[in-house]
């Protein structure tokens, strides 16, 4: 059977719910010192939204017929020169910490990923959560 073709409205949709829930990790975070569970799912939490983040912006493009790209840097480039995220440092900053995370091989890495998660890339996300929003009405 095939897969129903997504939308931009449906990645948005599955991007926002995913959010809420790394909000809620995030909030949580705030209120009590982390478990190592905890940790675990806050990282995984983000990894799918900030990927939901990607997809929506693949779909929106393809929606005017732009071609596919390449990879998320590609992506995020162009996000940035159409006013869809307002800190493309920071949104490649986000690429190259999920690059760099590899839950196999624990390193003091996760607690400076952990923090940039709480204190810089969900805050990213929710501007981009409002920017697509206001593109899409």
Not at 96 to 116: A, T, V
């Amino acid at each position: 059977m095939k897969a129903p073709e997504l939308s931009c409205e449906k990645c948005f949709e599955d991007f926002r719910e995913s959010l809420e829930e790394l909000g809620q990790l995030v909030r949580e975070s705030e209120k009590h010192s982390l478990t190592d569970s905890h940790e675990k799912r806050l990282i995984r939490s983000f990894e799918v939204t900030h990927e939901l983040a990607l997809n929506t912006i693949g779909e929106f493009f393809r929606k005017q017929s732009r071609p596919p790209f390449t990879g998320s840097r590609d992506a995020t480039v162009e996000a940035f020169n159409e006013d869809l995220i307002d800190d493309g440092k920071g949104w490649m900053d986000m690429i190259i910490d999920r690059i760099k995370y590899n839950p196999l091989y624990p390193e003091e890495f996760d607690h400076i990923f952990l923090s940039n998660i709480k204190k810089i890339y969900y805050r990213l996300l929710l501007n981009f959560e409002r920017k697509m929003k206001e593109k899409l009405e």
